[in-house]
């Protein structure tokens, strides 16, 4: 099997170097044969003329490194057009085209596959297909992104703010110039849009709640240290009765729990399924390696047949925001009031609340009334 890689930065050049590196039997039937750069002088098999790999009628698989939307929705389109497999790492472009492409892989009769977009080298999307083979999954939840884990773990263990460990983790290259994807919420959202299809056979749009962890504090964190918790920054989907819901925040455990025991730039993203029960998956969600050896495995299961579930997206689940009810905290410094609070505690110049177990629309009432009066707040769910 022949294959071209799109893109050579980090994981692309992982992808390259584990096929040629590696011994395995079934590495020695891959070859990789072109690779797309912005150079030729990048790597001896370099091109920069996307042309040669779509038309080149040897090359059957395409592995998207490319990141972003742009072109990689335009070269991924074109490669399922012309007959290729493509399989990727790039969660952005995956969660926003992802019904257009799996119906054009369906029609030109190639696989579309995403493992290493959600959760690096983690085997979280194979085994979530293979637990719906004979269950059926009613939450999927975790800790999606390994930069807001480090961060929030960093600040919990080594009594540090947000901004000077924000710089630890762009200085370490886990944390971008610009990290809005990672500290906003829009990298974890696209996981969870790809989880949830995979999951849900549900495609969609990235407009349920979604509060950002960039406001988090020290003073928050040993807030929370009092009462033996620790604070994670967590994707969540619950389905029941023909209805889901989606939301991406801070949410709090007892420091006894598995997430909370996460350290560093870790993932752990489980599921709850009605026969298996809870499985959870742990490990490196990104990286050089991680991800390349997730997209290499990819490749394996097409060359060897290996079955891999198509994935059907049937959308015959409705949206609700009033489908489970949960305790959460808001910090703000402004008081708040009302029937919708449990509890309020003074910390350090701020007011703690604790509300009543209420739905996620209520959450989103309280939230807007705060907003008018103190931008900096932060909200957390308090996890069960």
Same mark, same amino acid.
């Given at each position: 099997?022949?294959?071209?890689?799109? *893109?050579?930065?980090?994981?692309? &050049?992982?992808?390259?170097?584990?096929? #040629?590196?590696?011994?395995?039997?079934?590495?020695?039937?891959?070859?990789?044969?072109?690779?797309?750069?912005?150079?030729?002088?990048?790597?001896?098999?370099? #091109?920069?003329?996307?042309?040669?790999?779509?038309?080149?009628?040897?090359?059957?698989?395409?592995?998207?490194?490319?990141?972003?939307?742009?072109?990689?929705?335009?070269?991924?389109?074109?490669?399922?057009?012309?007959?290729?497999?493509?399989?990727?790492?790039?969660?952005?472009?995956?969660?926003?085209?992802?019904?257009?492409?799996?119906?054009?892989?369906?029609?030109?009769?190639?696989?579309?596959?995403?493992?290493?977009?959600? *959760?690096?080298?983690?085997?979280?999307?194979?085994?979530?297909?293979?637990?719906?083979?004979?269950?059926?999954?009613?939450?999927?939840?975790?800790?999606?992104?390994?930069?807001?884990?480090?961060?929030?773990?960093?600040?919990?263990?080594?009594?540090?703010?947000?901004?000077?460990?924000?710089?630890?983790?762009?200085?370490?290259?886990?944390?971008?110039?610009?990290?809005?994807?990672?500290?906003?919420?829009?990298?974890?959202?696209?996981?969870?849009?790809?989880?949830?299809?995979?999951?849900?056979?549900?495609?969609?749009?990235?407009?349920?709640?979604?509060?950002?962890?960039?406001?988090? #504090? +020290?003073?928050?964190?040993?807030?929370?240290?009092?009462?033996?918790?620790?604070?994670?920054?967590?994707?969540?989907?619950?389905?029941?009765?023909?209805?889901?819901?989606?939301?991406?925040?801070?949410?709090?455990?007892?420091?006894?729990?598995?997430?909370?025991?996460?350290?560093?730039?870790?993932?752990?993203?489980?599921?709850?399924?009605?026969?298996?029960?809870?499985?959870?998956?742990?490990?490196?969600?990104?990286?050089?390696?991680? #991800?390349?050896?997730?997209?290499?495995?990819?490749?394996?299961?097409?060359?060897?047949?290996?079955?891999?579930?198509?994935?059907?997206?049937?959308?015959?689940?409705?949206?609700?925001?009033?489908?489970?009810?949960?305790?959460?905290?808001?910090?703000? &410094?402004?008081?708040?009031?009302?029937?919708?609070?449990?509890?309020?505690?003074?910390?350090?110049?701020?007011?703690?609340?604790?509300? +009543?177990?209420? &739905?996620?629309?209520?959450?989103? *009432?309280?939230?807007?009334?705060?907003?008018? +009066?103190?931008?900096?707040?932060?909200?957390? +769910?308090?996890?069960?």
């Amino acid at each position: 099997m022949k294959i071209a890689i799109l *893109g050579y930065g980090t994981v692309g &050049s992982g992808v390259y170097e584990i096929i #040629t590196n590696g011994k395995s039997l079934e590495l020695e039937k891959i070859e990789v044969k072109s690779v797309f750069a912005r150079s030729r002088d990048k790597m001896h098999l370099a #091109t920069d003329d996307i042309n040669e790999i779509i038309n080149d009628e040897e090359i059957s698989v395409v592995v998207e490194c490319l990141g972003g939307l742009n072109p990689a929705y335009d070269f991924i389109k074109r490669s399922i057009e012309n007959g290729k497999h493509v399989v990727t790492a790039n969660k952005a472009v995956a969660a926003k085209y992802l019904d257009e492409f799996v119906e054009l892989a369906e029609k030109n009769n190639v696989k579309f596959i995403f493992e290493a977009s959600v *959760g690096g080298g983690i085997p979280w999307l194979v085994n979530l297909e293979r637990t719906r083979r004979v269950d059926d999954v009613k939450r999927v939840y975790g800790i999606f992104n390994g930069t807001s884990n480090f961060i929030l773990d960093n600040m919990y263990r080594n009594d540090q703010e947000f901004d000077s460990t924000l710089k630890a983790a762009q200085d370490l290259g886990y944390a971008e110039a610009d990290p809005s994807a990672d500290v906003d919420g829009g990298d974890v959202v696209n996981k969870i849009i790809l989880s949830n299809a995979l999951a849900f056979d549900i495609h969609v749009q990235p407009d349920f709640p979604t509060y950002s962890m960039r406001n988090i #504090t +020290k003073n928050d964190i040993d807030y929370l240290k009092q009462y033996d918790l620790a604070v994670k920054y967590i994707g969540e989907t619950n389905v029941e009765g023909g209805k889901y819901e989606t939301s991406v925040m801070l949410s709090i455990f007892g420091k006894e729990s598995q997430e909370a025991a996460v350290p560093l730039n870790n993932n752990i993203i489980s599921l709850d399924g009605s026969f298996i029960g809870e499985l959870k998956f742990y490990g490196q969600g990104a990286g050089k390696f991680p #991800t390349g050896n997730a997209i290499v495995q990819d490749i394996v299961d097409i060359n060897e047949g290996s079955t891999r579930i198509d994935v059907v997206i049937k959308n015959n689940l409705s949206y609700s925001e009033e489908l489970t009810r949960r305790n959460y905290l808001v910090r703000s &410094s402004v008081e708040l009031s009302g029937e919708l609070i449990e509890s309020i505690e003074q910390y350090k110049g701020n007011f703690y609340v604790k509300t +009543k177990e209420i &739905s996620l629309k209520q959450l989103t *009432g309280l939230v807007d009334e705060v907003k008018e +009066k103190d931008s900096s707040f932060v909200v957390a +769910k308090f996890h069960k």
